[in-house]
């Protein structure tokens, strides 16, 4: 720009003049366009015209208070019938500056989700080469505004699924093209989607396939992988999703992925749990025994395999998963599926309960540690006159799960049921162990109890109830 058009103050009035320039330039540009679609020299001028304007009004992104006068003087409709304001969008809706101001930020937002903003923006990408640099970098500014709009309105993910954004992720993923940084953006936009949506998401169960064969070749590829994992996890959440996960041959996916010994096999182990979790996942534990899943899950309860380092997952992870997952299965499984798996548990000399023991010790050890820290802070906050109030007791109960109490409930859990099974050398052998390395039954008590008491959010209050008897009456057995 010319200096001194630079030095005119920015304020209401001259962002209206802006934009009533940006409307009458674009008005002008259509019009030609409509009269001479096949001689671009005839609207070139009011093409450039209309380019300088729009890079003018890049400024409106510094001031979203004035955001509502895009709004008012309707510029968001044109805005959204240009596709070459891409990158003004996106600076638009650069989070940081819709935080500045809600109210100009909501009001620019319901402007553009009534004019149906993701279909047209999914519709432009569906437009454009990626082969052409300008283009490429035009869809990963696309996918950072609907990064930003679902970062400041969650509830959008539904919407943008359903105007399409979904099924074109799904495509762009599973298009053989070299991976790239567009790839990978996809994968987090669908991790986000599936996250924030509880419709009929599943079909991105299918791009987790390519990894069933071979392991991410860089850290990017990898960070792609499991966000992907991470999206088929919060699509079960949802508990219907459970069954079409079990009639997608979800499960023997998972289980060869486990045998395969590839770097998915943390992020399949973090879907079989999900998979496997509370009575929607009753059918999910059956099945897992009938492909014989057993022989894929023991070996990984007995030995933590040492690649984990490689993967970045932890061991406390992996071990939280496996134990859930054994858990899941002696709370869902009935008649002779449950034989099988209590039967696992005598094989060799019982190896498998002394490994139970093993980590029990090992978890106890790690919260004993962490209660101790807690108590000292909880001493000194006293000492201060601080008010321990129930939000600090829930932060302190979060940070003793972290450290290891959830893995400690579970493996508790698995003790009490498998004492529990009727077979009597698994119950002697527990409290041999118990006795013999001066554990005691009430402190296993005591974690079940606690245990009992924190079940089930979004669960009935019946559930709740029938769920935290049958804990009690297995602790009170054992």
Known sequence: FPLEKMSEPVDESSVKKMILTFEKRSYKNQELRIKFPDNPEKFMESELDLNDIIQEMHVIATMPDLYHLLVELNAVHSLLGLLTVVDLLQELTDIDTLHESEEGAEVLIDALLEGQVVALLVQNMERLDEQVKEEADGIYNTLAI?????????????EAAQQGLMQWLLKRIKAKMPFDANKLYCSE????????????????????????RHNPSTAEEQEMMENLFDGLCSCLMLPTNRDRFLRGEGLQLMNLMLREKKMSRTSALKVLDHGMIGPEGADNCHKFVDILGLRTIFPL???TPKKMKKTGASEKEHEEHVCSIIASMLRNLKSQQRSRLLNKFTENDCEKVDRLMELHFKYLEAVQQADKRIEGEKHEMVRQGEILDDSMEDEFYLRRLDAGLFVLQLICYIMVEISNSGISQLQQRVHQILNLRGGSVKVVRH??????ESIGDGKSDEFKEAERKRIMDLVDNF
């Open 146 to 158: 609907t990064e930003n709009m679902a970062e400041f309105r969650p509830g959008l993910c539904t």
């Open 189 to 212: 936009i669908l991790a986000i989607l599936l996250q924030n949506n509880d419709s009929n998401a599943f079909s991105s169960c299918l791009p987790s396939q390519v990894f069933k």
């Open 447 to 452: 974690i079940m109890r606690e245990y009992a």
């Open 301 to 303: 309860f007995m030995k």
